[in-house]
């Protein structure tokens, strides 16, 4: 995944991150760019995340559980996609940050709207 930062008066105000691959499919297609949100920390079970894996770097999942830890509990959306189990409990201090839109690469030009 490309990680791109936006800085306003030096701090970082969120990312762009384009996606790689079809975990997400359909929600998110291979060549969508992600905005994610930097600060917003707030998550709830089914939230679009950006994770910094240990082993899989970067990674776009949703939000399956939460624990009373922080612990995110984290799939993707199709059969590709690696399984909750493959991926572990993911530690509070590896979310990058929650995906506020889309910006699809499809035909035509969309923007999705998340977490409302």
Not at 22 to 28: G, N
Not at 37 to 53: A, F
Request: hydrophobic residues 45%; aromatic residues 12%; charged residues 20%.
């Amino acid at each position: 995944m490309s990680l791109v930062l936006f800085r306003f008066a030096g701090v970082i105000m969120f990312s762009v991150i384009k996606v790689q691959g079809t975990s997400m499919v359909p929600r998110l297609q291979h060549g969508d760019f992600v905005f994610i949100s930097r600060w917003q920390r707030s998550l709830k079970v089914g939230d679009l995340v950006v994770v910094d894996h240990p082993l899989y770097q970067f990674i776009v999942k949703r939000v399956l559980e939460i624990d009373d830890h922080g612990l995110l509990w984290v799939g993707g959306e199709n059969e590709s996609s690696l399984k909750p189990q493959e991926l572990g409990w993911i530690a509070p201090n590896r979310l990058v940050g929650k995906v506020l839109f889309c910006v699809c690469a499809n035909h035509t030009f969309t923007i999705s709207l998340f977490n409302k």
